[in-house]
C-alpha cells in the first residue's frame, strides 16, 4: 500500500500538472477550480485508500479465524497452475467444484443479511450486513458446544447433568466462510476452539430466495432436534482440497489445515510442486509438450484405468468407511489421485447379506439410510458407489470420463461432454442398439421413451431436494419395486399406470416374467400408491416425478392435483416442498400461494384450497380414471384415498445425502 508520503508526492504531480490549465483559463475562477479539482482529488484518494485498507483488515480478520489455507506437502494451489495451463484453469474457474468452500465477501455471499430474524422454536437468529461484513446475532454457538460436550460426558457417566440455564448467553459472529454456489448456500461461524467453524442452522435456497431451517432442506425425522454441526472434523473432506483436521482431542481446539477452499487442481491431480519445478525449465516444458507422453510428476485422470480414474472422484462421490481416525484428524484422507482409494478408505458395501459395516454397528442405521433395501444408492452425491455396482463397471471400462469431463464440458450444470446428454453415452458401447433404437425400446426415436438414461438411469436417487438420475446403470423390472420399494422407469414416467399394466408390457416386449402383485400393485397408479402409502423416502421421488415434464406429458395431467395437494400437509418437509412445486405445473395451480413450512393449520387450509381449485377446473363430462381414483364426472374417489391414507408407511426415516 502506498504511504501517506507517497500520496502527497501524487497531490504534488496532480497539481502540477493542473497547472498549464489553470494559466489557460487566466483567471481566479480558473486557479480555484485548479484547487478544488486538486483537493477532492487528493480527499478521494485518501478515502479509497483507506477503503482499501479497510478492505484488506476485515480480509485478514475472517482468515485469521479460518482454517489454513497453507498445506504446503508438495501443495501449490490452482493460480500457480493458471500460467500455464490458461485454458484448464478457466474451465475449472467456472465450475461448481471451486467455489463449494468460499470466505463470506459480497461476490461469494447469496443469502438475505439485510436486518432480518430467523426463528427456530424458541429461538432468534438477528442477520446484518455491515459494509462488506456479514454478522449473525444468536445463542452463544460456544456456550451451546459447551454444553453438549457435557451432555456427552453425562451420557457416559463421566460428568454431572448440566443444569437447565435460566439466560444462555447471546452473541454476535461475523460470518467467516460459506459452502454451495449452485442450489443453496450454508454458511459458518468461527469458534473459541481455534479455526472450528459452527453452522448457522439456516440455509438459503437459491430458486426460492429464502432462508429455511437446515432440518427441512434434507429428509430428516420430523421434529428432529437441530444439531450445531462443525465444518472440520465433517464437511473438509468433500468440500475443499487435502483437509486436515488437526483438532486437539483434550481440548477441542482445532488446528485444521487445507490445501485450498474449494475443489481445486490438486483434489483430482494431486499435489503439483514437483511438477511445477519440473516444467520450469523451457526445454523440458517443450519436450514434454511435444512427445505427448504421460509426464510422470502429475496425474492425469483421463490416462489411468477406469477404476483408478473413477476413484479420482470417488474419493468425495461415494459412501467411504473413514480411515482410523486418529490418522485422519492428524493427516485426512491419505489418498492421492492414482493411489489405493480403496486401501485408504474402503467403500461400504450393502450386498445380498446386507449393510458391511466392519464392527462399526453405531452406523447401522445412519448408513442405511444411503441404499434401498436390495442395497442401490438412493441418495445424491454418491455417484461412484452407485456406478460401481453396474454391470458396464464391472465387466466393462465404464468410467465417471465416459460421461463427463472437467474441462471440457457442454455445461457447468452437470459438466457432461458435448453430445453426452443423449443417447450416445450408452452408444460409445452398445453400438448394436444403434440401428434398432425402436426395437429395442418400443418408443418412437424421438419420444422420451427412447433416451437410454431415462430407462436404465432413472431419478431413483434422492439429493437437493429433487429426484436425480441413479447412477446404477441396469433395466426397469417390476421386481424392483415389490421387492426394494425402488419404483421402476416406465411407471416414474407413466404415473397413470399402475404396476400390473407395466409388468405386462415387459412380459410382452421383453419376456420378463410378471410378479406376483397385490390389487392395489395390480390396479392402481403405482404412482398414486406411491405418494398415498410409501415410506417418505418413496413419497418424495413421486412428488418430484409429477413435476417432471416427459411424465406430465405422456401421463395426462387433470387427476394429479388432489394427490399432491395431500402431500403438501406430509409430515416430511422435503415431501412438501417437493408437492408445492410440482402442483405449480399443474394447469391452473402457476401461480398457487404456498409455504411449505407454514403451520400445521396453514397446510390444511392450502390442501382444501387446492381441492378447491381442481373441483373448479373438473367438467362433469371427463371419463372415469380408476387407476388414479377418478371416478365418472371427474370426482375424487374419497373413500378410497382416505383408506389408502391409513395404510400409509409411517416408519420414521432419513435419507443420508
Ligand atoms: C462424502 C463427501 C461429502 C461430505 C462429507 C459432505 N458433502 Fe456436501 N456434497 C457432496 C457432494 C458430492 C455434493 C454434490 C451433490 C450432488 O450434486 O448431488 C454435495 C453438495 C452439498 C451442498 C449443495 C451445494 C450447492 O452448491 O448447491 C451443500 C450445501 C453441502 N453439500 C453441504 C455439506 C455440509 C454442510 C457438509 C458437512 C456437514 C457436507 N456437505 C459434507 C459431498 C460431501
Ligand atoms: C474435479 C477434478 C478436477 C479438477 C478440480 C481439475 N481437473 Fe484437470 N483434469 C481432470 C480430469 C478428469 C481430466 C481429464 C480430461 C477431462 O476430464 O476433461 C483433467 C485434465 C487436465 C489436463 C490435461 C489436458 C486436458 O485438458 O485434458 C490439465 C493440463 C489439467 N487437467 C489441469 C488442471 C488445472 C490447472 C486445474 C485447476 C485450475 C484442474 N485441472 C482442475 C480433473 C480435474
Ligand atoms: C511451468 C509450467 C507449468 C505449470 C506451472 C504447471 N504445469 Fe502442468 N504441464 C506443463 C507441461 C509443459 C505439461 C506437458 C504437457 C503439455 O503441455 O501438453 C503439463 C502437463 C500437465 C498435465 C497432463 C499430464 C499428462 O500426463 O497428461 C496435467 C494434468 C497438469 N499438467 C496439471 C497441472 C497442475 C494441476 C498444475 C498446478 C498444480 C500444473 N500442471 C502446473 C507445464 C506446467
Ligand atoms: C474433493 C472432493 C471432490 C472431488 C475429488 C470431485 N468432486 Fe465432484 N463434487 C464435489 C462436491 C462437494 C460437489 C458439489 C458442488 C456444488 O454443486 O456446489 C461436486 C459436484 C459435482 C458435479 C455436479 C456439478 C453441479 O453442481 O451441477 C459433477 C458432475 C461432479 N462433481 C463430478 C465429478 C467428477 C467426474 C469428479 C472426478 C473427475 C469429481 N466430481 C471429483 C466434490 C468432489
Ligand atoms: C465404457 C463402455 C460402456 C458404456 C459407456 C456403457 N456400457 Fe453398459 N455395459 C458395458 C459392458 C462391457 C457391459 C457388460 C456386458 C456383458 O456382460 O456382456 C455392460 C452391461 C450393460 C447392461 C447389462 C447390465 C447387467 O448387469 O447385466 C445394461 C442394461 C447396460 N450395459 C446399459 C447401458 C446404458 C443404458 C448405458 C448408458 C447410460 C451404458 N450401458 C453405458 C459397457 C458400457
Ligand atoms: C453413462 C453416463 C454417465 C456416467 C458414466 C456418469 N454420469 Fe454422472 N451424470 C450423468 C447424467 C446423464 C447426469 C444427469 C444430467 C441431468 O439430469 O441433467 C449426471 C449427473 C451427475 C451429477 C449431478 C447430479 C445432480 O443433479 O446434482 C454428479 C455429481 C455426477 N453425475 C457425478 C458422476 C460421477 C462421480 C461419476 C463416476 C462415478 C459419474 N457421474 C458417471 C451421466 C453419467
Ligand atoms: C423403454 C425403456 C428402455 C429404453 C429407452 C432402453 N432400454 Fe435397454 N432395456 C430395457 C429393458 C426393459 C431391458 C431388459 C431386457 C431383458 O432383461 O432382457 C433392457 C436391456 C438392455 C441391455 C441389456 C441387455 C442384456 O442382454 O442384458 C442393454 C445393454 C441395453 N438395454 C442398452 C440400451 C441402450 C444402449 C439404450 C439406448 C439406446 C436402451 N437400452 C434404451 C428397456 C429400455
Ligand atoms: C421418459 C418417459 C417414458 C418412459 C421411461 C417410458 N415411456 Fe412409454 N411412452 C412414453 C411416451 C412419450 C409415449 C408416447 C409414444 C411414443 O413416444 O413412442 C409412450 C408410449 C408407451 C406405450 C404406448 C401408449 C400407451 O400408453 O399404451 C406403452 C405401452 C409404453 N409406453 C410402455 C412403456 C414401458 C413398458 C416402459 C418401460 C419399459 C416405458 N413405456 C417407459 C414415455 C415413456
Redesign the pocket.
Known sequence: MFPWIEWCLVGVLLVAALIPIGRRARSRTGWLLVILAASTAGAGAVLWQSRLKRKVVSRQQIIDKSPREDRRDGYVRAETCQACHPAQYASWHR???R??TQFATPEAVRGNFSNITLRLPGEAFHLTREGDEYYVEMLDPDWRYVQLLKSVAFKRGEGPQPPMEENPPRAKRRVGML?????MQAYWLPSAYGNMQFSLPFTYLFAEQRWVPRNDVFLLKPGSTHLQQVWNNNCL?????AGQPRQDPKTHVNDTRVAEFG?SCE??HGPGQEHVRANSTPLRRYAQHLDGNPDPTIVN?SRLDHRK??D??????AIRHRPKQDDWNLHGLRFR?GGDLEGCAPRVIYDGTGLQLAGNEKKRELMEGCYWPDGQTRVS?R?FSALADSGCFQRGQIS??SC???HQYAD?????KPGMQGNRACLQCHQEYAGRLEQHTRHQPGSPGSLCYNCHMPHTTYG?LKGIRSHTINSPTVASDVEAGRPNACNLCHLDRSLGWTAGKLRDWYRIPPPALTTNQQNLAASVHGTLVGDAGQRVLWAWHMGWNPALEISGTNWIAPHLAHALTDSYSVVRYNAGHSLRRQAGFEQFDYDFIGSNDYLFQARDRAIGIWRSRQTNTGPAHPPALIEAGGRLNEAKLQSLLQQRNDRPMELLE
Open positions: 465450475s461448481f467444484h467455489t463449494m459452502t454451495g454456489s449452485h442450489h473432506n468433500c468440500h475443499a482440497t475443489i483434489a483430482c485422470p480414474s473413477s479420482t472422484c470417488g474419493q468425495c462421490h489421485p452425491g455417484e465417471c470420463l463427463h469431463s472437467m457447468t450444470d452437470d459438466q457432461l437437493l
